[in-house]
């Protein structure tokens, strides 16, 4: 939006204002572009103080209140994960929610309980043995189950 052009519709009616060849339009101008730079800073940080439309500082200073590094992660991708280890709260160590955890950042992970209490067990669904990325899903498995939880990782032996 112009703001300047719109301070001048605003005016104008009142008849009092020469606009051709004096410094009132002039300066209608320079107010409104400064209008429109606060604008343009308005809707900026409108948007990246929202979760699902942050596309980078936002998303940076979320993932810094969370103690996490920025990935390769596509702004989407990230933006998921994001909600996802935000959803993660008080008592939320239900199989269900640790699930919910590892599939919202991307985890192709499944947690099951075992028969020794605060020990899970994590396993890979569709891959046969030790995936080739394990270390990396394993740092990123164990950021996000709670810390008491012991893991063991299961694998495939076949399909």
């Given at each position: 939006m112009n703001h300047g052009?719109?301070?001048?519709?605003?005016?104008?009616?009142?008849?009092?204002y020469r606009w051709?060849?004096?410094f009132q339009?002039?300066?209608?101008?320079?107010?409104g572009?400064?209008?429109?730079?606060?604008?343009?800073?308005?809707?900026?940080?409108q948007q990246e103080m929202n979760l699902t439309t942050a596309q980078g500082e936002g998303l940076d200073r979320v993932l810094e209140l969370l103690g996490r590094e920025r990935d390769r992660e596509d702004p989407e991708t990230l933006r998921e994960t994001l909600a996802a280890l935000l959803?993660?709260?008080?008592?939320?160590f239900t199989l269900a929610a640790m699930n919910d955890a590892l599939r919202g950042c991307g985890i192709p992970a499944v947690v099951e309980e075992t028969e020794t209490k605060q020990v899970v067990a994590v396993s890979f669904p569709g891959v046969?043995?030790?995936?080739?990325?394990?270390a990396r899903r394993k740092e990123r498995v164990e950021a996000i189950l709670p810390c008491h939880l012991q893991v063991e990782y299961r694998f495939a032996e076949t399909e």
């Open positions: 052009q719109h301070l001048r519709d605003l005016l104008e009616p009142l008849g009092v051709e060849g004096s339009w002039g300066e209608l101008q320079s107010e572009a400064a209008l429109d730079s606060v604008a343009d800073a308005l809707a900026s940080l959803r993660i709260g008080n008592g939320a046969v043995g030790v995936p080739e990325d394990f």
